[in-house]
């Protein structure tokens, strides 16, 4: 059963920090892209890091968040620095295989919500 969880959201004042953390079971987590997704109120999901054989970043996050992953842990992390209001959203965990057949899993989702 593939499994992919996300943790680590909450409530955080402008110019905090957060460390989200998703932990996969069920596939090869090793042979999967792993990304970081959002969706803000009346918004449509957007993309915000990946990490495959590189890491890429939306223009909005670049020089704040930090994606990484740890493959003996099944896990993937974003290290959200320098938060702003508009950072608000569900962050959702992508994965994506990277060979072989087209494979795309999400996670449930966790809320961010960065306000004083």
């Known amino acids: 059963q593939v499994q992919l969880v996300e943790s680590g959201g909450g409530l955080v004042e402008p110019g905090g920090s957060l460390r989200l953390s998703c932990t996969a079971s069920g596939f090869a987590f090793s042979s999967f892209a792993m990304n970081w997704f959002r969706q803000a109120p009346g918004k449509e999901r957007e993309f915000v890091a990946g990490y495959g054989g590189l890491t890429h970043y939306a223009e909005s996050v670049k020089g704040r968040f930090t994606i990484s992953r740890d493959n003996a842990k099944n896990t993937v992390f974003l290290q959200m620095d320098s938060l702003k209001p508009e950072d608000t959203a569900v962050y959702y965990c992508?994965?994506?295989?990277?060979?072989?057949?087209?494979?795309?899993?999400w996670g449930q989702g966790t809320q961010v919500t960065v306000s004083s």
């Open positions: 992508k994965a994506v295989a990277m060979r072989g057949r087209s494979l795309v899993y």
